[in-house]
């Protein structure tokens, strides 16, 4: 332990109270990477929108080649805030149509509420949601950038779209340890409805199935506790799935009718395993 280092207690304070958004938008333009989404150039500071309105930043990552629009808002998030940051998200879209673009949401507080509304729209359009806190020590005030969202999945056909074959270590050195037991349970959960689980490891997900063809194909994911899983089902069996995955509260997108996209959280798989065993077990009926 090193003695270099003393405590200091600090004060957490509301930025409305004490400042402007200028003042927080020009010490996001002094250092970027406070926001913690890598290496950012400001393409256009109050960028103005044909929709009459003004876009606090649009970004851009040459490396990933994504833009980032973004709105920052002092205080509480709220419906505007959410909409605004949606409208810029798709003008801008449509704008530069050849670049990846994610919309960004920059506030003080994220009440439970608007996350749960936020978490719902990530479902189907790439957003992060971004808290930032002040805290003052002595006369000088910090400022802590956390990413409270961002678990949209870039919608991939999982049935063509496997790439090389790589094996178990792949995936252990790309993806979170947590993320890989989450991965595992819900393997063991399917071998134990079928024994004969044919497993592959391949580049872009892992690939479970039977003799004649995959059903399940799952990625685990850099974050914690967060494991992305597409499951195919038969279409007859849609609709009843749908009622089970809105009974445990866990949001889901629909593909190709037949297809469930999930980002599974480890607590709410701990909390439903029965029911989700029972939902992979209806799609391996179909298909095995």
């Not at 029911?275 to 992979?280: A, E, G, L, M, P």
């Amino acid at each position: 332990m090193s003695n270099d280092l003393k405590y200091i207690k600090g004060e957490k304070i509301s930025l409305k109270k004490h400042f402007n958004e200028k003042w927080l938008q020009d010490r996001i333009e002094e250092d970027t990477s406070i926001l913690g989404l890598g290496e950012l150039d400001i393409h256009t500071r109050e960028r103005k929108q044909s929709s009459g309105g003004r876009i606090d930043f649009l970004f851009y990552n040459s490396d990933s080649n994504t833009m980032y629009e973004t709105e920052i808002q002092l205080g509480a998030t709220d419906e505007s805030h959410i909409i605004r940051t949606i409208e810029y998200w798709d003008i801008e879209t449509r704008r530069f149509p050849s670049k990846s673009h994610r919309a960004v949401i920059v506030a003080e507080e994220i009440t439970n509420r608007f996350f749960n509304v936020i978490s719902i729209i990530s479902q189907s359009l790439p957003i992060i949601a971004i808290q930032v806190s002040a805290i003052k020590v002595n006369n000088e005030v910090l400022l802590h950038f956390t990413k409270v969202l961002d678990l949209y999945e870039e919608p991939e056909d999982e049935e063509t779209l496997g790439g090389e074959e790589v094996g178990r270590p792949y995936w252990e050195k790309l993806a979170h340890s947590k993320s890989i037991a989450l991965m595992d349970e819900l393997i063991k959960n399917t071998q134990v409805i079928y024994p004969d689980l044919r497993i592959t490891y391949n580049k872009h997900h892992v690939a479970l199935g039977t003799t004649v063809r995959n059903f399940i194909w799952l990625r685990p994911r850099k974050t914690a506790n967060n494991c992305h899983i597409e499951l195919k089902v038969n279409i007859n069996d849609v609709e009843d799935i749908k009622a089970k995955f809105d009974e445990m509260g866990i949001s889901y997108n629909l593909r190709k009718e037949d297809i469930f996209a999930v980002s599974m959280q480890t607590d709410k798989f701990k909390k439903n395993d029965e029911k989700i065993n029972q939902i992979i077990n209806q799609s391996l009926q179909s298909f095995s």
